[in-house]
């Protein structure tokens, strides 16, 4: 379903159903992040009116930073002093590891080096310097080994620690680990060294009440050192294939358990039964697991529960009838599932729902009517569905609606025009459906629009004119529309919200690229199969849109 303009099949999807470009490993040096910040000097404007006059405290850090190479020590300032230096130290990209030497034994409470590039155990003893002040330390995507990490051992009131994508830490340095008994929040994601032997470092950790192991792959077996954690709220298990039924068993035991996270898992309908003594569960994510209808009976007594995952799994409509008694639930997604619109029939009766992900499934018109009570819905998936622009005209009385998705190419004019009532929406997405120019007059209904994508093929510029008014729009993608040309750039340049804009496949040429200049806030341009060269979108980078961070061509 979704004819040629699909691309979900392309797409990267978290299981919330919101878009994400997701990376391989942790990027030490391709971040967006750092080039997004600067060092610049603070602007003074102290002008009748205006608030952006910086404090003396603002001004005093900055001269310091100004001036670091007059500087060798600062452990003689308060310590939120030294914390606010460093910190600006972090979002510059300025620390070295030469200057971190200034700022041992400164009693900082929070080292948040995630991503930041070089950072390896030859950081770690100023790192540990910081003694019993030390609260939280995110060494994300790093080099440091088991040898650096022993360093912390002594700093026993860390509450939070992140060692994701550190493929140097193995069970001798999770050893050092165990004596930090107030740590509250651990992360080791994608993190292959960890093994479940090596997680009986965990078992000490008394006060632990969130742990993500997300791709960790070593693991099977290692759940069991969990049982005594009878504090633990969050476990994040996602992706983690080696996980079987019988981990599961070992988490039975933990009552205090509101999130569990175990989507790509290797569980069966069986590991499902070992959850049902989890009643304070509010967030149960099981997207790709091997679950049938059989297993679902299991979720009737999770009462608390307010998100729900089980996209891509073996279920059907005889899955729903266990989910009635489910009031609390708010977000629900049934992405790729086997659900009809009979089985729609089943979720009437939760009215707190607000998130409903149906992409992919066999529903069609009909069973809309069935979601025409759900007035607090805000996000509603029905792309790849059957349903036709007949239907949606029983989404009229959903007037709480901000998300839709109608990626679908059955959806026409007629479909927009029927849903022309539902003017809170923020974000429309009608990739696939075939609109054309005329069905661009109901845009004028949606003037809070923030992302708009049309792609569907039939749109001239003539059509552009009707989203130009739409002065919200952060995101507007209008791909694969091969008879837009400079004008479809000329009509938007008033659109200065815009944070992404995708013209792909259209008759753009490098002459149109001078309408952008006024995007400013612009910081993702494609323009791929279009008459445009990556020099000259660089000459525009350089000139009139310095935020503009990624581009194609390129």
């Not at 002008?47 to 001269?63: D, F, Y």
């Not at 409470?109 to 540990?128: C, R, T």
């Not at 309908?269 to 209808?293: E, F, H, M, T």
């Not at 729900?308 to 009838?321: R, W, Y």
Request: a neutral charge; one cysteine or more; glycine letters at 8%.
């Amino acid at each position: 379903m979704g004819g040629v303009c699909s691309r979900k099949r392309d797409q990267q999807v978290d299981e919330d159903g919101v878009q994400i470009q997701v990376s391989g490993r942790y990027g030490k040096s391709g971040s967006s992040k750092w080039l997004r910040t600067s060092f610049s000097r603070p602007v003074i404007d102290c002008q009748l009116g205006r608030e952006s006059c910086p404090s003396l405290m603002e001004l005093c850090i900055h001269k310091i930073c100004e001036d670091i190479d007059r500087y060798t020590k600062f452990s003689m300032l308060p310590r939120d002093i030294s914390q606010q230096i460093f910190d600006n130290f972090v979002d510059s990209h300025c620390l070295t590891s030469a200057s971190l030497e200034a700022f041992r034994d400164c009693a900082i409470q929070d080292v948040n080096l995630g991503e930041y590039p070089e950072v390896n155990d030859s950081w770690m003893d100023i790192i540990s310097s910081q003694g019993l002040s030390l609260l939280s330390v995110d060494l994300s995507g790093s080099s440091v080994t088991d040898d650096g990490l022993s360093l912390l051992k002594d700093c026993s009131n860390i509450q939070v620690l992140s060692f994701n994508y550190c493929d140097q830490i193995s069970e001798p340095g999770l050893k050092n680990i165990s004596g930090l008994s107030n740590l509250t929040s651990l992360s080791f994601k994608k993190s292959n060294t960890v093994t479940a032997e090596g997680m009986r470092a965990f078992s000490s950790l008394v006060n632990l009440a969130k742990l993500d192991l997300e791709r960790c792959s070593r693991i099977h077996g290692g759940l069991i050192h969990l049982k005594g954690l009878t504090k633990l709220e969050s476990l994040n298990i996602r992706y983690c294939k080696c996980i079987t039924d019988s981990d599961l068993k070992a988490l039975s035991g933990l009552t205090s358990l509101k999130e569990l996270q175990m989507s790509c898992s290797n569980i069966t309908d069986i590991g499902i039964s070992y959850l049902k003594a989890l009643v304070a569960l509010s967030y149960l994510n099981l997207n790709r697991c091997g679950l049938s209808d059989v297993g679902c009976e299991k979720f009737s007594g999770l009462k608390n529960l307010k998100v729900l995952n089980m996209g891509f799994n073996n279920i059907t409509d005889a899955c729903l009838v266990h989910l009635k008694g489910l009031t609390n639930l708010e977000s629900l997604n049934l992405d790729s599932c086997s659900i009809e619109d009979e089985g729609l029939a089943n979720l009437t009766g939760l009215s707190l729902l607000k998130c409903l992900e149906l992409s992919d499934t066999k529903v069609g018109s009909n069973g809309l009517c069935h979601l025409s009570g759900l007035t607090k819905l805000e996000s509603l998936n029905l792309s790849f569905t059957l349903v036709t622009d007949s239907g949606l005209k029983k989404l009229c009385g959903l007037t709480s609606l901000k998300s839709l998705n109608l990626d679908a190419r059955q959806i026409t004019d007629a479909g927009l025009a029927a849903i022309t009532s539902l003017t809170g929406l923020t974000h429309l997405d009608l990739f696939g459906a075939r609109i054309s120019d005329a069905g661009t007059n109901c845009l004028r209904h949606f003037k809070n629009l923030q992302t708009l994508e049309i792609c569907g093929g039939g749109l001239t510029d003539a059509g552009v004119k009707n989203i130009k008014g739409l002065a919200s729009l952060t995101l507007l993608n209008l791909s694969q529309n091969c008879n837009l040309t400079d004008k479809t750039l000329e009509m938007i340049s008033g659109l200065t919200a815009l944070v992404s804009l995708n013209v792909s496949n259209s008759r753009i040429t490098n002459n149109g690229l001078q309408h952008l200049k006024p995007l400013k806030n612009l910081l993702s341009l494609s323009l791929e199969s279009c008459k445009v060269t990556a020099s000259e979108i660089r000459k525009l980078q350089s000139t009139a849109l310095p935020n503009l961070v990624s581009f194609r061509p390129e």
